[in-house]
Nanobody, 121 residues
Framework: QVQLVESGGGLVQPGGSLRLSCAAS????????MSWYRQPPGLERELVAA????????NYADSVKGRFTISRDNSKNTVYLQMNSLKPEDTAVYYC??????????????WGQGTQVTVSS
């Protein structure tokens, strides 16, 4: 049974930091590209960051470049999203995604249940 379990979300003040984790099981983690998406209230889901299966390449949405860092540990079947200098507009539900194609959603992707990140004073 495939599982992607996100953790690390919560309430943080503007300028603060959070580290999201996504623990994967039930599939060959090292063979999948991993991504983080987010869905702000009332808006569409958007790609935040992506990393290749071997971790050699990453890509970020313009809105988070220089503030967020995606990484993975294939020995732990876990992907991370380090979020620094958080802004109120980063408030969203953050989803972990595993897919066979880097940066391109497919029908074969797996999704986590999401974790809420709220940036507010």
């Amino acid at each position: 049974q495939v599982q992607l379990v996100e953790s690390g979300g919560g309430l943080v003040q503007p300028g603060g930091s959070l580290r999201l984790s996504c623990a994967a099981s039930g599939f060959t983690f090292r063979s999948y590209a991993m991504s983080w998406y987010r869905q702000p209230p009332g808006l569409e889901r958007e790609l935040v960051a992506a990393i290749t299966s071997d971790g050699d390449r990453t890509n970020y949405a313009d809105s988070v470049k220089g503030r967020f860092t995606i990484s993975r540990d294939n020995s732990k079947n876990t992907v991370y999203l380090q979020m620094n200098s958080l802004k109120p507009e980063d408030t969203a539900v953050y989803y972990c995604n595993a897919g066979p194609v880097y940066q391109i959603p497919t029908a074969y992707d797996y999704w986590g249940q999401g974790t809420q990140v709220t940036v507010s004073s």
